[in-house]
């Protein structure tokens, strides 16, 4: 496949202003795609990983380490998302969460209280109303901007290896290169400079929907005393997860990162075998930034993430529609570029993302508690296994119909597990109990009204 193609990509995102830096990371890979590498990653060619630290068993001493250097750390949310699975249009970390709150308010008063700055990798989707809401907080305006952008890359047409178009929504002809893009963008935005400049040197990075994800001391002090570049949180897998990546590493001991799109085939029983490959990776991630600097300059600004090809549509509400590759990385994959990167098993409680309506509910609901240092929290009252929620996708799937049926969320603490099939409308004050089971096969909506206790 002639690499003559690529003058097509570099005129058409010279067009959009898109920085040098950001097309030759393009070119790095799109190279590799044409050189028929899959990104891959068999089972033959990995270990599984045995042996890690973890948060339970790290010393005290890293606490007060962890509070020393609190100053020079900063908090990175990776805030490009829509939502657009659950049916929103801007960013998911508008949507109320808690008492009023959205995810945003939580995590500027988290970082109020930790006296920490606050910084979101924004999208263009997701920018404008991110930066409103957080007008409000005063007191995190510094130095250092709110804000850097994350870029956008061309999709490539499977069948010519050209740059795809698509008169009907030329949009549709760009997508986001993955999170992995975050270490291009902080250079290009000059982020990474600005936050050296005023003395930052520890990043801890973690998506906008995490709310278990606030900058804990004693990692903190864990990563600065023992000058990590790099540490990504881990957590036990469990078959919940067993379809998501996981963690393994080489021959030669370096820790990988293989997400679900890089398993073959053939190696799906492996990589889903929760007692062979153990841990998953949060994307928690923790960075030296001067390592980052130094690492980003003796490498031309290319880390040279693995890549991640995947295979679409060029409209995905349209399946018939031309089909394209989008070439994406992964944040956590660095652990596989970075050389005495490393990675730490951290509670459950670290790993709470929103990206279903049943997680939603679930936050809603009384199950989760919102702290007095704005950490949200299971419930200390719930003395059972973890909630398990199950909604009828063709009532409940979209933020909208949730808010329609269920305005105000039960109390689940009590609650082992919740299955609503059909459609039903939720009155206030609301109580479930044990194991429950609601089916309505009728057409016309059930009402369940208000200060009843289900069990």
């Known amino acids: 496949m002639p690499n003559s193609n690529f003058e097509l990509f570099k005129s058409k995102m010279k067009s959009e202003q898109l920085p040098e830096i950001v097309i030759d990371n393009f070119n790095y890979y799109y190279n590799q795609l044409i050189n028929g590498e899959s990104g891959m990653l068999a089972e033959s060619e990995i270990l599984p990983v045995d042996n890690l630290e973890s948060l339970e068993n790290l010393s005290d001493n890293y606490q007060d380490q962890g509070n020393a250097v609190l100053q020079k750390s900063v908090l990175i949310k990776l805030n490009g998302g829509l939502g657009t699975s659950m049916g929103l249009s801007e960013a998911k970390s508008l949507l ?29 989707n997701t920018q404008k109303k991110s930066l409103e809401l957080l007008n409000k907080y005063s007191q995190l305006k510094s130095n250092i901007p709110l804000d850097f952008l994350q870029h956008k890359i061309p999709k490539i047409c499977a069948e010519t290896y050209k740059p795809i178009s698509y008169s009907e929504n030329s949009e549709l002809e760009w997508c986001p290169p993955g999170h992995g893009e975050i270490y291009t963008a902080l250079v290009t935005s000059g982020m990474l400079r600005t936050l050296l400049e005023n003395n930052i040197e520890y990043a801890f990075i973690s998506n906008s929907d995490n709310l278990g994800a606030a900058i804990d001391l004693k990692i903190l002090g864990y990563v600065s005393q023992n000058n990590f570049p790099f540490l990504m949180e881990v957590a036990d897998r469990t078959e919940a997860d067993k379809k998501g990546g996981h963690l393994a590493k080489l021959s030669n001991g370096q820790l990988i990162l293989r997400e679900a799109a890089q398993c073959p085939e053939n190696d799906i029983n492996d990589f889903q075998n929760i007692q062979k490959h153990k841990y998953f990776n949060t994307n928690n991630i923790w960075i030296n930034l001067k390592a980052l600097k130094k690492l980003m300059e003796e490498n031309n600004n290319i880390l040279g993430l693995p890549m991640i090809v995947n295979k679409k549509t060029v409209n995905p509400r349209e399946p018939k529609s031309a089909k394209v590759f989008q070439l994406e990385t992964a944040m956590g994959s660095a652990i596989s570029t970075i050389k005495s990167a490393t990675a730490l098993v951290v509670p459950r409680t670290r790993f709470a993302p929103v990206k279903t309506t049943e997680d939603l509910l679930a936050v809603r609901s009384d199950n989760y508690i919102l702290t007095e ?51 039903f409308k939720f009155g206030s004050n609301i109580k479930i109990v044990g194991k429950v089971k609601l089916e309505n096969l009728k057409e016309i909506q059930e009402i369940i009204r208000e200060n009843t206790t289900i069990q």
Do not use: H, W
């Open 96 to 124: 109320k969460i808690k008492n009023e709150f959205t995810f945003l308010d939580i995590i500027a008063k988290q970082t109020e209280y930790s006296k920490t700055p606050l910084v979101l990798m924004n999208s263009f």
């Open 373 to 423: 240092d704005f950490r949200v929290v299971v419930n200390p009252e719930r003395k059972l296994k973890p909630l398990k929620i199950s909604l009828d996708s063709n009532y409940y799937k979209l933020v909208d119909d949730l808010d329609n049926r269920i305005p105000n969320p039960p109390s689940l603490v009590q609650c082992e597990e919740l299955t609503i099939k059909g459609n």
